[in-house]
Nanobody
Framework: QVQLVESGGGLVEAGGSLRLSCAAS????????MGWFRQAPGKEREFVAT????????YYTDSVKGRFTISRDNAQNTVALQMNSLKPEDTAVYYC????????????????WGQGTQVTVSL
């Protein structure tokens, strides 16, 4: 089991940046691929980014490529999402998630979820 807690959300103007962090508790963090997902009001939860167990492989949804970067620090049991050049359409609740053993893009394939953190991008 792993518990996940997101932080770093907030209000930012279009074009600005935010860095989200997800802190994991548990002794088997390196067993998990990690992902970031987001959910806007009235919309399905959607894939944003994922990273492999050792950080060697990353994948992004097309709409965030070149703007967002996912990373992990296994020594600190954390995964981060650096979000640059933010757009109003990035506004959503952002969730981190964990699964064994490899990356995936479908929410239902992830077993563990954080509580979410709100990101609001104003015009």
């Amino acid at each position: 089991q792993v518990q996940l807690v997101e932080s770093g959300g907030g209000l930012v103007e279009a074009g600005g940046s935010l860095r989200l962090s997800c802190a994991a508790s548990g002794r088997t963090f390196t067993s998990y691929a990690m992902g970031w997902f987001r959910q806007a009001p009235g919309k399905e939860r959607e894939f944003v980014a994922t990273i492999s167990r050792n950080g060697g492989t990353t994948y992004y949804t097309d709409s965030v490529k070149g703007r967002f970067t996912i990373s992990r620090d296994n020594a600190q049991n954390t995964v981060a999402l650096q979000m640059n050049s933010l757009k109003p359409e990035d506004t959503a609740v952002y969730y981190c998630a964990a699964r064994r053993p490899v990356t995936a893009t479908t929410p239902s394939l992830y077993n563990y979820w954080g509580q979410g953190t709100q990101v609001t991008v104003s015009l």
